[in-house]
């Protein structure tokens, strides 16, 4: 009985095993998604990107009492409304001691705050910077395509404050 069982065992391991490579003929045979090699991703284009507009995103950045320094990598972007852009900010705390703090971002006009969607930003967590530690923090966003049409500039401002107890 046990030698009937492994040999079940072994040929049910086998059957796995072939299934793979006979998958792959069906979904090559019937044009059917390859595992292995996918081209989907080479042709995929976002429609809802606006080409016939452009939007320069100027970034500022502030420190209120903290003994950081802290400056965007680019001064400035253009974008396209429903463009994704990625900018970096570097931050260095200059002190002998950890410190934490938190970032508020502010948009100018007041109306681009409605329509600038981060998708990742420092701004959203508290940083704590180890003495003399230097870092680069991304920030991910997208202008939505129902902004204003006379809006041609947006400038994002972060300041940093220092969270008190912490650090």
């Not at 796995?16 to 995929?44: H, W």
């Not at 429903?82 to 703090?101: F, H, K, M």
């Not at 920030?139 to 300041?159: C, K, Q, R, W």
Request: include cysteine; glycine fraction near 6%; charged fraction near 20%.
């Amino acid at each position: 009985m046990l030698v009937r069982l492994a040999i079940a065992a072994v040929g049910m391991f086998g059957f796995g095993f072939a299934l793979v490579p006979f998958y792959e003929k069906i979904c090559e045979v019937t044009g059917l998604r390859n595992l292995l090699v996918s081209n989907a991703s080479d042709n995929a284009e976002n429609t809802q990107v606006d080409t016939t507009r452009n939007i320069v995103v100027e970034m500022d950045a502030n420190t209120h009492s903290l003994a950081w320094r802290f400056k965007p990598l680019q001064s400035n972007v253009t974008v396209h409304p429903g463009q994704l852009v990625r900018v970096d900010y570097e931050i260095e705390n200059t002190l002998d001691r950890a410190v934490t703090g938190q970032a508020i971002p502010s948009y100018g006009p007041k109306v681009a705050e409605r329509h600038f969607r981060k998708l990742e930003c420092f701004c959203f967590t508290q940083q704590t910077l180890g003495p003399k530690e230097k870092r680069i923090m991304p920030v991910v966003f997208v202008i939505d395509g129902t902004a204003p049409v006379d809006m041609n500039e947006i400038t994002l401002s972060y300041t940093f404050f220092e969270v008190a107890g912490k650090g």
